[in-house]
């Protein structure tokens, strides 16, 4: 009851705030301008680029209608920054404001408006495509099948059976993104979400020793959270979002991406609550690839054996909506003496083709 009314509070508190600044709004805009050209100013030097990043790291409370309240309950919510809220959905952010959806879909435009979203013209694009990192997998073919390795600002989908390599390639991954890129690295830190207990520090001493690293160092460079039930692995994204903006984490790993969901998700009813969480928790994931310009990988079990609740073996657990979400999709499979043969299903600009390399104790190598 008490809660209740706070809560009725604080909407009301909202509308007030709402309506005095719709009425001031001249005076606003002309605090805002004198803003602009301040930080305008600070940053002479630093390319437009740059300046429209900053755009969406201003307070929450810089938005018209959120108060403290408010504001604390989207940071709370994992949307710490303007830009955060930009990219979310009407319905996350009135889940996590306890806000209307009219008034959540408000403060969603003026985000965009706050990070000029919209339209952006081809060769800015390309701009920032080129700031787009390559990291090596360890093995040289399967870097020339991704034309130079995982490419960060997407998310690379490894799916296959069990044992065919997915966790040899994520815990690869966490290694080689430590390596100097004229190495093939990034020069960065690894966060790893471990939904099935397979992370083994000893198995990344191998590999860090493989790649000439010091071992020791290895491993405290990968930042390892364990998962138990998929909101866990959900609101372990949101935290990493946080983490990976203020700190030189270059990979994000989730490992698997689709076992928990396929564990608690079970029959044909609870199919599309499904896929509308995993989709969300996918657009979590790119959100994060795309603004801090790092790669996200994430594993998918397919089944050896005809699933009653999953249809065709053959395609991956998740489906059709992963099918669409992932950027690059890599079918892995097991071949003869510790080899592998890794395919590459699907991308917007790649030919899809096939490498083997092999697992070894050293890792991937060709
Ligand atoms: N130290 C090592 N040296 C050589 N090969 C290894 C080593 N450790 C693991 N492997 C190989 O990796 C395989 C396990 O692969 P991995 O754990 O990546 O499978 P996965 O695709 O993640 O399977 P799952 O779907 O069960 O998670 C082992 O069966 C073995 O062939
Ligand atoms: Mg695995």
Redesign the pocket.
Known sequence: MAEEKIEETEEEALDEKEESSAEEAPVEEAEESEEATEEDSDEDDEIDNDAEEDAGEGSLEDLEGIGPATAKKLMDGGYSTIKSVATAAIGDITEAAEISEAKAKKVITLAKEKCNMGFESADRLLIKRQDIGKLTTGSETFDTLLAGGMETQAITECY??????????AMQLAVTVQLPVDKGGLDGEALFIDT?N?FRPE?VV?MAKGMGLDPDEALKKIHVARAYTSDDQMLMTEKAAEMVRDSNVRIVIV??LTSLFRSEYVGRGTLAARQQKLNRHLSTLHKLADLNNCVVYV?N?VMSKPDMFFGDPTKPIGGHILGHSATFRIY?RKSKA?KRIARLVDSPNLPDGEAVFK???NGLED
């Open positions: 296959g059976e069990w044992g065919s390599g997915k966790s040899q390639v099935e397979t198995r191998q490992d698997s594993t079990q892995l510790g697992v070894t104790e």
